[in-house]
């Protein structure tokens, strides 16, 4: 039973660029959660999506920043015009149900040039 | 807004040794409290959890307590042995969304053969 699965695992890119960053939750799991982490910090919550829909998007930026989980295929964290400040590691986790432990994905770090 | 405290940043111990991280929460409608370990390179692991409705839960040499009157929960690890060494985060969440966690600035863990 493959864990949750992220990628890229690294992504450079130039400011102004934009990030995708995919996420396959585990066999089972409609409920997708994105977390950030900066250097020497803890995660901080961003969004949660379960299939087609976004339910809590309290923790990610107005701006630039969007989250989908589609009905077929991985959930998407897409930002635009990339700055130096979104280099991050960014932290895919699923659930079976809203109140079940979440399983992290080893993430995807961005580093803006 | 909510927030999750975390002591110490840093913890050195030898071999077999005791280990014990404490983390305070402010909000008072939180009921459930993760426990993560991180290695370098990957995401966090869930290691433990415990739910408000008990007061501490023991798992070989891990232990989690919590006392909801003084709002904070612990960690203790027994006998702790080179392979314990890794980034250990407390979180807390609601019980109804355990996903959305508030995360505390984690602990690196070592452990000197």
């Known amino acids: 039973n493959a864990g949750v699965m992220q990628n890229p695992r690294h992504l450079v890119r130039r400011r102004g660029q934009e990030a995708r960053l995919r996420c396959s939750p585990m066999k089972g799991h409609s409920h997708v959660y994105w977390y950030r982490q900066l250097p020497e910090e803890g995660l901080k919550f961003m969004v949660y999506l379960q299939k087609e829909n976004i339910i809590d998007e309290s923790g990610m930026p107005k701006e630039r920043f969007s989250a989908e989980f589609p009905k077929e295929g991985p959930s998407i964290l897409r930002i635009q015009q990339v700055v130096r400040g979104d280099s991050a590691a960014y932290f895919c986790?699923?659930?079976?149900?809203?109140?079940?432990?979440?399983?992290f994905g080893n993430g995807t770090r961005l580093t803006v040039t | 807004g909510e927030n999750v405290e975390q002591h110490p940043s840093t913890l050195s111990v030898q071999e077999g040794d005791s280990a014990v991280i404490k983390c305070t929460y402010s909000?008072?409608?939180?009921?459930?409290f993760p426990w993560y370990k991180q290695e370098l390179g990957k995401g966090p692991q869930l290691i433990i959890d415990?739910?408000?409705?008990?007061g501490e839960k023991k798992d070989q040499r891990i232990a989690v307590t919590l006392n909801k009157t003084a709002k904070h929960f612990s960690l203790h690890i027994t006998e702790t042995q080179p392979e314990d060494s890794a980034v250990y985060f407390c979180?807390?969440?609601?019980?109804?969304?355990?996903?959305?966690?508030?995360f505390g600035q984690g602990t690196t863990l070592q452990v000197k053969p």
């Open positions: 979180a807390a969440s609601l019980k109804s969304n355990t996903g959305k966690l508030i």
């Open positions: 415990i739910r408000s409705n008990v």
């Open positions: 909000d008072s409608a939180s009921n459930y």
């Open positions: 986790a699923s659930a079976d149900r809203a109140d079940s432990p979440l399983h």
